[in-house]
């Protein structure tokens, strides 16, 4: 159904694979993935922001969980 929506990889330019999005194979996946953790990239000591640790509305859901 997503005929025509392929991208290629990132990687090595070949045609994406569904599970592997948006990459070829995993090895690229991998590959990509061991760029961003090889240190090209740098990554920031975790520290969550205050907003997101104060945000407590559990009373008001706009999904109802029972279905
Ligand atoms: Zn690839």
Redesign the pocket.
């Given at each position: 159904m997503t005929e025509g929506t392929a991208r290629p990889?990132p990687?090595?330019r070949?045609p994406a694979a569904l599970e592997h999005q948006p990459?070829?194979?995993l090895r690229?996946a991998n590959l990509d993935l061991g760029r961003w953790l090889g240190g090209h990239y740098a990554i920031p000591a975790v520290e969550p922001p205050d907003d997101l640790a104060a945000n407590d509305d559990d009373a008001s859901g706009p999904e109802d969980p029972r279905r």
């Amino acid at each position: 159904m997503t005929e025509g929506t392929a991208r290629p990889c990132p990687i090595c330019r070949k045609p994406a694979a569904l599970e592997h999005q948006p990459f070829c194979s995993l090895r690229c996946a991998n590959l990509d993935l061991g760029r961003w953790l090889g240190g090209h990239y740098a990554i920031p000591a975790v520290e969550p922001p205050d907003d997101l640790a104060a945000n407590d509305d559990d009373a008001s859901g706009p999904e109802d969980p029972r279905r």
